[in-house]
């Protein structure tokens, strides 16, 4: 797998995305301007290229105080969103207050002077049917929301004042580094964070790198007031409107969005702060090659090699490290990957840029361990050191270059509609890489083919410019890091394995990869003549299997989406077979993996899961060669062929990776503990790890016999006709066409009495208390659901304030849906460092018997209503969300697929009093039908009862 340039949050040393790369489109399309531009602005306004399928309008403006903007209007958008993102992130912190970037983008939420009130900004987005969200990267942070179109204004009016005039309320800086210091608990045992802390001790200690980046109690001590002095000095040092960017969409005209913006923004201080650059090399001179072996907590087996290059800013036309990363990070016949795993060392390997900024980069070739890789260390490594010659000598083709240029174009010409609120985010953190008629293509582009550049690169991806990481159990350490508190061992690699390194000897196994088979031929739209259709058809008159089709008509791309259900009447009906059931999709899996990577590549993605009746195939992408992939997936589901020690490396990696959800953060387990004890067929990791010990090879082949006549239920959809669909029928009925059943299994979930609440105490092994209180629906009626579903939109942000900035409870703080099929579900979930479990649990109860006794605003009532209304009726952004929801629907047994429509036409029905009885009726303290999952000693009169009897069952 390769990966590209993209920072995320505290992720500096992996690779961290997967962008596709390169490459504008045949036709590409400019965004055209409307009403001539004030005198202030026109000069700065300029043309974006857009893709061919984009039907939204752009302009780029230049604000007097030098803030670069991005406008978006989308007639059509049933939410506007904001962004902007500041030139500032953690390589900035002060050497004596880190984290001091990331505590100022928690403080920014807690007032203004226009808007004093800390939870008022929250309020209003989520009443408006909004969400909001901020980061902090290396290099960025990055603010974002998004609210009901007709709310733009006074929205975007209360954020533009955090760049404006914030408050840094005293009282505020003293609780807020509270949840900072959270955050950083929260993350002790987050497997990469700990990878990161070790990677501190070996950088430079003159790069800001090597700086603690998240910020604790200990970094941001002291007088309260100290602490403000100094947010404000760095606030009025780094918040500047030169090096901010800002995009918004919304539904009004370019010409109207330029007004507003001109309006919230022009007063934001510009301080014309240069752009910042890191001067100190990653690594000290000459202490390269190095070899760090660490200590994981997760059972991980991980081989690292990690290269410091030079910025590659610079070279966004030409991508070289694009072409390295697609080259290296292969998986067809062939790759590196595949030689490693015909040998039983690895079982994944990916390879990409993991870190970039202004001064430097670094690119990383990770290799995912078997136990006998580990043994093998020093042949592993020569292997990919093998490959980077061989590219080196023979790999640098124009051919190559041009195959990938066609599929990024291909993807660029073809792109879909995301959410806004992720669109904007993104974009603000690409205007800062790209000139401003290359915003929107730009991450897809490699406009040129520079030979000598990706030899350069190549040049410095070699043994005496490496840092070897092994992350091992077994792991020799003789050190500890200082926030993380890793065991590791800094070594040398020594003259003669770098000697063996410099040239590599390897079988001719490796070689360059081949022509990619999968490419779409035929991008035509071909449902544009078939009827139009208001949800999906059934092609299943007299037979055993459920096929739906759906021809799509509103997004005009050649994509389609299949899912196929396989169901079983005994599927998963232990620990064991649940288990059995894993391993068989995992090898079908790894058998597949190299003939699906070109598919991968391609624009062709595929996922297969199991579930609680079976399993579940899905394919999205361009629909012209689906039909072929799904061939290739039916075939190696009927038989499916690995050698006895890839099984047993699939085998040890599931087993792995069930086991090491031990390790998970406190929240994330109550939650799957929860969906273990609500829904029969669900069971908890530690289980399925257990079963599968015993499990062989013999058990999949026997099992893939016992299912080889599924019953199907199949949805095809996008860009196919009603031909395509009966052909896709066809083809699946050669892989089943007798099922074994055509009866749906039932499905059972835990029906909790009321006035009877289930407790239950976690071992968790992590010093944070952690609770989880889950309040469940009388019924499945969409009346109850809807009531639910409001419950949760007006809950939620006031939930959050109260626990977490008015009392500080911990950084996890939510309030979550959790339904059963269609019966509905309602959980409040708070982590802390901090609180004991019973003031968790008090707090949390607290808050429900508050909301019992709430006040009689309709107004309020009225508006969070409406924004739930908004948000059911918002359309889907793509067919593949379209897709998801007809799919939804055929899960919840519901073929009118009209979940949406009951539940639209019953939260109209529901007003402040009826709504107010349903709080009382579900929680109530003595009507509540609860569940609580938490850890840590025991809560004060809870009653530890055997499982209940009474289950609620689906259909």
Request: glycine share 4%; hydrophobic share 40%; charged share 25%.
């Amino acid at each position: 797998m390769r990966s590209d340039l993209h920072l995320l949050p505290y992720i500096l040393i992996i690779v961290i995305s997967a962008l596709l790369g390169a490459c504008s489109a045949s036709a590409p399309q400019v965004s055209e301007g409307e009403k001539p531009l004030t005198a202030d602005t026109a000069v700065n306004a300029m043309q974006v290229i857009k893709s061919a399928s984009d039907d939204r309008a752009y302009r780029y403006i230049v604000l007097p105080n030098k803030m670069r903007v991005l406008l978006i209007s989308d007639s059509a958008t049933e939410k506007s969103a904001v962004a902007l993102n500041v030139l500032v992130g953690s390589a900035d912190n002060p050497s004596d207050r880190l984290g001091l970037a990331h505590f100022l983008e928690h403080m920014l939420f807690l007032g203004t002077e226009k808007y004093p009130q800390p939870g008022e900004y929250q309020d209003y987005i989520t009443a408006h049917g909004g969400s909001m969200n901020a980061y902090t990267s290396f290099e960025h942070t990055n603010y974002f929301f998004s609210v009901t179109p007709e709310y733009l204004d006074p929205a975007i009016d209360r954020f533009a004042q955090f760049f404006i005039a914030p408050l840094f309320n005293r009282e505020y800086v003293d609780r807020e580094r509270n949840a900072v210091d959270a955050e950083y608990h929260l993350g002790l045992k987050h497997p990469q964070r700990r990878v990161n802390d070790v990677f501190r001790h070996i950088a430079n200690p003159d790069h800001p790198i090597s700086q603690f980046h998240v910020g604790s109690l200990t970094t941001l001590d002291g007088d309260a007031e100290e602490l403000r002095n100094d947010l404000l000095a760095f606030y009025r040092q780094h918040y500047s409107a030169n090096q901010m960017t800002l995009v918004v969409l919304g539904r009004e005209s370019l010409s109207a969005l330029t007004a507003l913006v001109e309006e919230k923004f022009s007063t934001v201080k510009n301080y014309d702060k240069a752009e910042p650059h890191i001067a100190p090399t990653l690594f000290t001179p000459n202490s390269l090659p190095l070899r760090i072996t660490m200590h994981p907590l997760q059972d991980r087996r991980e081989l690292r090699l990690v290269f410091p290059l030079p910025d590659i800013l610079a070279y966004t036309k030409s991508k070289p490290l694009s072409y390295i990363g697609e080259v290296m990070g292969h998986e067809g016949q062939g790759s590196v990957l595949s030689y490693l795993k015909e040998r039983n060392w690895a079982t994944g390997l990916s390879a990409g840029v993991g870190l970039n900024y202004r001064g430097g980069s670094v690119f990383n070739i990770s290799v995912e361990m078997t136990d006998e890789g580990m043994a093998h260390q020093t042949e592993v490594s020569e292997s990919i050191f093998y490959a980077l010659n061989m590219l080196r000598e023979r790999g640098i083709v124009r051919w190559f270059f041009d195959e990938q240029q066609a599929l990024h174009r291909m993807q660029f010409r073809f792109l879909e509609k995301t959410s806004p609120l992720q669109y904007v985010y993104s974009l603000a953190e690409q205007m800062f890489y790209y000139p401003p008629a290359e915003i929107l293509r730009g991450a897809y582009i490699a406009q040129q083919y520079r030979a000598d550049l990706i030899t350069d690169f190549v040049n410095r991806l070699t043994p005496d410019n490496a840092l070897i990481l092994v992350v091992n159990k077994d792991a020799l350490t003789d050190s500890t890091s200082t926030w993380y508190h890793v065991p590791y061992m800094v070594q040398d690699v020594g003259d003669e394995l770098l000697a063996r390194w410099m040239r590599p000897q390897v079988d001719a196994a490796i070689r360059l990869p081949s022509p990619n088979p999968f490419i779409a031929r035929n991008l035509a739209v071909k449902t544009q003549n078939e009827e139009a259709q208001s949800t999906p058809d059934s092609l299943s008159v007299g037979d055993e299997h459920r096929y739906w089709h759906y021809s799509d008509h509103q997004y005009d791309q050649p994509k389609g989406v299949l899912y196929v259900y396989a169901r079983f009447l005994d599927a998963a009906q232990s620990p064991k077979q649940y288990a059995l059931a894993s391993l068989y999709i995992a090898a079908v899996d790894e058998q597949l993996n190299e003939f699906k990577y070109p598919a991968l590549l391609a624009g062709l993605h595929y996922d297969m899961r199991v579930a609680s009746e079976g399993y579940v195939v899905r394919i999205t992408g361009f629909s012209d060669r689906q039909p072929l992939l799904l061939y290739g997936i039916t075939q190696t589901l009927a038989n499916p062929q690995l050698t006895h020690d890839r099984f047993e490396a699939v085998k040890k990696k599931m087993i792995r990776d069930w086991r090491n959800t031990a390790q998970s953060p406190p929240y994330q387990q109550v939650i799957d503990r929860a969906r273990s004890i609500l829904t029969e067929r669900t069971w908890r990791y530690q289980q399925l790890a257990d079963a599968a010990e015993e499990l062989q090879w013999e058990d999949v082949r026997q099992l893939s016999v016992h299912w080889s006549q599924p019953m199907l239920e199949v949805l095809i959809s996008g860009n196919y006709t009603r031909t395509d669909a009966r052909r896709i029928k066809r083809l699946l009925s050669k892989w089943s066409d007798k099922p074994a059943t055509t009866a749906l299994p039932q499905l059972r979930f835990t029906r909790l009495i009321q006035q009877e609440p289930l407790w239950r105490r976690m071992d968790i092994d992590h010093d944070d208390s952690v609770l989880l209180l889950y309040v469940q629906g009388k019924d499945d009626r969409p009346a109850t659901r809807a009531a639910m579903a409001l419950t949760h939109q007006i809950v939620k942000s006031a939930f959050f304030n109260e626990l977490r900035t008015e009392r500080q409870l911990g950084y996890v703080v939510a309030a979550v849906p959790l339904p059963l099929a269609a019966l509905p579900g309602l959980a409040f979930l708070v982590e802390s460092a901090q609180f004991s479990t019973q003031r968790l649990w008090d707090e949390t109860d607290q808050f429900l018997r508050r909301l019992v006794d709430g006040d009689d605003d309709s107004e309020k009532f009225e508006q969070h209503k409406k924004s739930l209304l908004d948000i059911l009726n918002e359309p889907a952004q793509n067919i593949g969300a379209l897709s998801s929801r007809y799919w939804d629907n055929l899960l919840l047994r519901n073929t009118q697929f009209d979940n949406r429509d009951q539940l639209i036409a019953a939260l109209a029905e529901i007003d402040l009093p009826k709504w107010k009885e349903f709080v009382i009726e579900h929680f109530a303290v003595h009507n509540r039908r609860q569940l609580i999952l938490y850890s840590g000693e025991k809560i004060k009169d809870s009653t530890h009862t055997t499982a209940p009897t009474q289950y609620y069952t689906f259909p």
